[in-house]
């Protein structure tokens, strides 16, 4: 078990660099993974399961916290500021990120999962293999515009293509930890349950804090019209698209409310 959870601290610093356009970030991501899997391996030489574990659920969500800052950090300091700038630019979710929560996933089903437990986690391999297809099918229509189609669009089309990448940051968030917090409850069977559900919310909430911090930052410098339209306090807004409402992003509350919807669902399954 030691050797698969250093393989996965060294395959997320390796793929996280790799992606960074900040050579700082790249140097720095790739040099905490490698003293990461030397932390626990020394843990191992005093066999202790608990601090093996809690040593890689702590730097599992430190390494994508420092991609996510280097990354919008690396857009933040260039002075800069129009939309194609922005859009090409933006954080990147490449199709192959996905790796890391379908060989959890499916450790899970082959090694730990007991007979009762093969259908949530089988479910939860579905979602997290629709959203590599999403992530792939939006990656291949980003990647296919061409600078000149871009120089062309319009100031919305711009928005919604940078949304649409957005997108992406928030939907991997969420996988990257349902796939840690299945693997935590299969595979740690010395810790409580309820301290394992704990600490899969408490991922998921670093996660999403981290992913609307730097959103909303990158939003504000780029597009304030858009933080100006409605009251930061509305739940509610008119559509852009159609007819009817929908749930103002700008808006703290929304995430308060989806995040207690989505632990709700998945601690279900799980």
Known sequence: MLLILIS???????MFGIVLPDQRGKKRIFIIGALIAIFITGFRLIHNNALIWGGFIICHIILFGIYLFYYYQFIDKIEKKSLNFLFTSYV?????????????????????????????VMAILFFVLIAGGYTFAENKKLNNLS?????CMNQENLKQYIYRKNTLVGVYAIIFSISAGLLYLCVCDFVDANILVLIFVLEFVVNMILYIR?????????????????SKWQLMVPKKVGVGYTFNFNCPL??????????IVVVSLL
Request: net charge negative; hydrophobic share 50%.
């Open 8 to 14: 996965f601290i060294l395959l997320e610093s390796v």
């Open 92 to 120: 990147r979710i490449p199709t192959f990120f996905y790796i890391i929560p379908v060989i959890a996933v499916l450790y899970v089903m082959i090694a730990e999962a007991k007979t009762d437990e093969i259908a949530p």
């Open 147 to 151: 600078d000149e189609s871009i120089a």
């Open 214 to 230: 730097y959103y909303h930052k990158i939003k504000a410098k780029y597009m304030p019209e858009d933080n100006s339209q409605y």
């Open 254 to 263: 929304t995430y308060v409310i989806l995040g207690i919807l989505f632990i």
